[in-house]
């Protein structure tokens, strides 16, 4: 069964601080890897997406991934309390067209 | 530039009942998933069409059923409710079915099964 495993969390960090969020996942055939946040009562919002192997910085956002080691992250620096929310890993799921798996989310909390 | 709608936003329901949910994908998108989401878990695949078919189905009973109309908008229908059924329907949309599989959702129906 393919998974996507994220550690669910809370990961608290103080204002200014580099957060960091892991997402590891099962299908070595997966080509696809996308970090959404979502809001409390709200839906996910597409945040980053990443194809190849290595980092992809965008804004205060950088995606890191490693198909060797099936392991995909985020940082997020100079973390603000309005990043606080759950932030979900989406991968593709290998011969399933462009259908999602999602990671149950992990919880972040920014204190000022 | 016109993002992804959904409607109703809420909708309350008894067991057995039927319900349809509707979505009109951004602009410019033509493929529509349909995710669900239990409360405290990450949204699951139910399925996806493309060119009014239906391209990709994940581990949801026959009970779920969708369509795909011309203008690319789509419905999500639940037969026989049950009281598990109830969660945060959200619809996607993205351009293909090949390159990029960037998925922007809608802001969700919460349907509550009573």
């Known amino acids: 069964q393919k998974e996507v495993e994220q550690n669910s969390g809370p990961l608290s960090v103080p204002e200014g601080a580099i957060a960091s969020l892991n997402c590891t996942y099962s299908?070595?055939?997966?080509?696809?890897f996308f970090w959404y946040r979502q809001y409390s009562g709200k839906s996910p919002e597409l945040i980053m997406s990443?194809?190849?192997?290595g980092d992809k910085e965008d804004g205060r956002f950088t995606a890191q991934l490693n198909k060797a080691s099936q392991y995909v992250s985020l940082l997020i620096r100079d973390s603000q309390p309005s990043d606080s929310a759950t932030y979900l890993c989406?991968?593709?799921?290998?011969?399933?067209?462009?259908?999602?798996?999602f990671g149950k989310g992990t919880t972040l909390s920014v204190s000022s | 530039d016109a993002g992804v709608t959904q409607s109703p936003t809420h909708l309350i329901k008894t067991r057995g009942q039927q319900v349809t949910l509707r979505c009109s994908p951004k602009?410019?998108?033509?493929?529509v998933s349909w995710y669900q989401q239990a409360l405290g878990q990450g949204p699951q695949f139910i399925f996806q069409?493309?060119?009014?078919?239906?391209?990709q189905r994940g581990n949801f009973p026959d009970r779920f059923s969708g369509h795909q109309f011309p203008n690319y908008s789509s419905e999500l229908n639940v037969n026989a409710l049950l009281l598990g059924d109830s969660a945060l329907y959200l619809c996607?949309?993205?351009?293909?079915?090949?390159?990029?599989?960037?998925?922007?959702f809608g802001p969700g129906t919460r349907l509550t099964v009573t």
């Open positions: 996607a949309s993205s351009q293909g079915l090949v390159g990029s599989y960037e998925q922007y």
């Open positions: 299908d070595r055939g997966s080509q696809s």
């Open positions: 989406a991968v593709n799921i290998h011969q399933a067209g462009t259908a999602l798996i």
């Open positions: 602009s410019g998108h033509d493929t």
């Open positions: 990443i194809y190849s192997n």
């Open positions: 069409y493309y060119e009014e078919e239906e391209r």
